[in-house]
T-cell receptor, first 113, second 113 residues
Framework: NAGVIQTPRHKVTGKGQEATLWCEPISGHSAVFWYRQTIVQGLEFLTYFRNQAPIDDSGMPKERFSAQMPNQSHSTLKIQSTQPQDSAVYLCASSLDGGNTQYFGPGTRLLVL | GDSVTQTEGQVTVSESKSLIINCTYS????????LFWYVRYPGEGLQLLLKVITAGQKGSSRGFEATYNKEATSFHLQKASVQESDSAVYYCALGYGNEKITFGAGTKLTIKP
């Protein structure tokens, strides 16, 4: 089992550019979660999907951020017009349906210059 | 909303000495939350150390223990004798069912040889 896969591991973008982050959950897991980690705010929940349907996006910034899960094998987090304050480590996690343990990927470190 | 407080950002303990990392929580949703300790070892991803889903119960893993105290709303992490390999960042967290997790700020543990 490869665990949760996140690509790229590192991404550098210029201010105003778009960034797309990819997550492949553990096979058979039905829930996918996105979190963001910064020095100032710590680990924050962004959004999650269950069986590909969006369930809770209460942590997502209202502008520029969007997430999708087009099939059960991957989810994307897209940030439009990136700003320096978007610099963070973005973590994806997955869990079994009915489970309460989330398994985290290694994260994508995004740096916006 | 829910919140988790870890009072110590950094803790240094000599090898073979005992450890306690404090964690208190505030849960606003109906019912008792599930409580977790996650750990990030140097160079590795975030992983579950232990969890307790029933108030009053104790969880244990790798020599660490934590007891779910609903009266004190606490979930302190303890170990009787630490090893150098325990050096890591430890996160206390809470969640409900298979939904989002709320994390504490983390405690960086350094073990002195």
């Amino acid at each position: 089992n490869a665990g949760v896969i996140q690509t790229p591991r590192h991404k550098v973008t210029g201010k105003g550019q778009e960034a797309t982050l990819w997550c492949e959950p553990i096979s058979g897991h039905s829930a996918v979660f996105w979190y963001r980690q910064t020095i100032v705010q710590g680990l924050e929940f962004l959004t999650y999907f269950r069986n590909q349907a969006p369930i809770d996006d209460s942590g997502m910034p209202k502008e520029r951020f969007s997430a999708q899960m087009p099939n059960q094998s991957h989810s994307t987090l897209k940030i439009q017009s990136t700003q320096p304050q978007d610099s963070a480590v973005y973590l994806c996690a997955s869990s079994l349906d009915g489970g309460n343990t989330q398994y985290f990927g290694p994260g994508t470190r995004l740096l916006v210059l | 909303g829910d919140s988790v407080t870890q009072t110590e950002g950094q803790v240094t303990v000599s090898e073979s000495k005992s450890l306690i990392i404090n964690c208190t929580y505030s849960a606003t949703s109906i019912g008792y939350p599930n409580l977790f300790w996650y750990v990030r070892y140097p160079g590795e991803g975030l992983q579950l150390l232990l969890k307790v889903i029933t108030a009053g119960q104790k969880g244990s893993s790798r020599g660490f223990e934590a007891t779910y105290n609903k009266e004190a709303t606490s979930f302190h992490l303890q170990k009787a004798s630490v090893q150098e390999s325990d050096s890591a960042v430890y996160y206390c967290a809470l969640g409900y069912g298979n939904e989002k997790i709320t994390f504490g700020a983390g405690t960086k543990l350094t073990i002195k040889p």
